[in-house]
């Protein structure tokens, strides 16, 4: 039989070691989450894109957005996938998972062609891989 210090230690121990092995097996769990961000600037004929909002949609009808700064930067979390991509003149307000949530405000001065504002006409696409991957983004309204 352990001595009354040594079932401490063990105790111990198995406090310690028991809920690190349920995080390892949870953080293990999802097979598909394998995180990654996508960042890029959004240009008009060459000219930065000073506000606005960025979807990106999969074939399978995952989504992720991004506000496009007044510097016409962006930067967003998702998955990896191969993405459509809209360019929008309205801010999507989107939560802390980059989901878009309901609201909407105008943001840019420069006018985006509508063709680039839906994912089923803007022809615009990105394959995006685990860890960091960079896009730019070209608009031609011409």
């Known amino acids: 039989m352990l001595s009354s210090p040594a079932m401490n230690r063990l105790s111990r121990a198995s406090r310690l070691t028991v809920p690190v092995a349920l995080m390892l097996m949870w953080g293990c769990s999802d097979a598909d989450y394998n995180p990654c961000s996508l960042s890029g600037k959004v240009t008009v004929d060459e000219q930065p894109l000073d506000g606005g909002s960025l979807l990106l949609l999969t074939e399978d009808g995952q989504v ?7 510097d016409g930067t962006y930067t967003l979390e998702c998955k990896p ?10 801010e999507v307000i989107v939560g802390a998972d980059g989901v878009p949530l309901s609201g909407v405000k105008p943001t840019s001065s420069i006018e985006i062609p509508k063709k680039y504002q839906d994912v089923g006409t803007s022809n615009l696409e990105v394959v995006v891989t685990s860890g960091r991957n960079a896009h730019d983004i070209e608009l031609i309204s011409k």
């Open 81 to 90: 996938g191969t993405y459509k991509i809209a360019v929008a003149p309205l």
């Open 64 to 70: 992720s957005g991004a506000p496009v700064k007044a």
